[in-house]
């Protein structure tokens, strides 16, 4: 109840401040489902999200009571904002795992192959140290 009250104040107190302020929402509370969406895809939020919260928002309003659709609406775009730079962050840091992943890929195949070629100098390097003493020159064919 004292929230209600408190927002009576600050929705008269928006009212007769700058008429910028609130221009590109309209005034008084959506009356159907259709007009919560309308509203909410007013403020930039994408049509499947305002299906999803028009519902909720509709029931929240039914609680709190008349004069605080706007202040739900601004709450669900504010938040949907919030989760959308979150989530564009969570792509962001999934793209550079993923090139991390592809890099360390790349360095495990050039490390198999150093590997084959340290091998390969191994056995030439024990060849070489156990190599016959010279014996008298012949032709061997």
């Known amino acids: 109840m004292e929230w209600n009250g408190s927002w009576r104040f600050w929705?008269?107190?928006e009212s007769r401040g700058s008429a910028g302020a609130r221009s590109n929402?309209?005034?008084?509370?959506?009356?159907?489902?259709?007009?919560?969406?309308e509203r909410l895809?007013?403020?930039?939020?994408?049509?499947?999200?305002?299906?999803?919260?028009?519902?909720?928002?509709?029931?929240?309003?039914?609680?709190?009571?008349?004069?605080?659709?706007?202040?739900?609406?601004?709450?669900?775009?504010?938040?949907?904002?919030?989760?959308?730079?979150?989530?564009?962050?969570?792509?962001?840091?999934?793209?550079?795992?993923?090139?991390?992943?592809?890099?360390?890929?790349?360095f495990s195949g050039e490390l198999e192959k150093l590997d084959e070629v340290l091998e390969v100098l191994a056995a030439y390097a024990q060849r070489m140290r156990t190599k016959p003493t010279k014996t008298e020159r012949r032709v061997l064919h």
């Open 25 to 37: 929402v309209r005034q008084g509370d959506p009356t159907s489902l259709k007009d919560w969406e």
């Open 41 to 106: 895809i007013e403020l930039g939020v994408s049509e499947s999200w305002a299906s999803r919260l028009a519902e909720e928002l509709m029931s929240a309003q039914r609680k709190l009571g008349s004069g605080s659709a706007s202040a739900l609406i601004l709450g669900a775009t504010l938040t949907l904002g919030a989760q959308a730079e979150q989530q564009a962050s969570v792509d962001r840091n999934l793209r550079e795992v993923k090139e991390v992943e592809r890099l360390l890929g790349a």
């Open 11 to 13: 929705q008269r107190a």
